[in-house]
């Protein structure tokens, strides 16, 4: 879940017409890739100080974004194959991680709260 500041950040980079569109591109190539993204939790309405008709409301309705890829119980967990598919599940979640990481970064406010 972010933080505020880090959800204030990651809203404004969503709705602009740069960096949002280059995060819709991650995401698609994302899901082309087998993950599934999606945010932890999701507004109802467009968020306070975005248009109801932004180009990419749904996106900014998030609060944030996760990726990850199912994988069937079994035996095979404890196998090297197992392991080959979750360094595949990072790799091709990378580029979405490297978005947020530039993009949105880490909390502000979690750095006060370190401090106290």
């Keep these: 879940m972010p933080a505020a500041d880090q959800l204030e950040r990651f809203r404004r980079a969503g709705a602009d017409d740069k960096t949002g569109v280059e995060l819709l591109r991650l995401k698609a190539q994302a899901e082309k890739a087998g993950l599934e993204v999606a ?3 999701e ?4 968020p306070r100080g975005y248009a109801k008709d932004h180009p990419r409301i749904d996106l900014l309705r998030q609060k944030g974004l996760i990726a990850w890829r199912q994988f069937a119980p079994g035996p095979s967990i404890s196998t090297k194959k197992a392991k080959d598919k979750v360094i595949k599940t990072l790799r091709d979640a990378r580029p979405l991680v490297q978005w947020l990481d530039k993009h949105v970064g880490a909390s502000a406010m979690a750095d006060e709260g370190r401090r106290r």
Excluded at 43 to 46: I, L, Y
């Design 39 to 41: 945010g932890h939790e």
């Design 43 to 46: 507004v109802k309405t467009a």
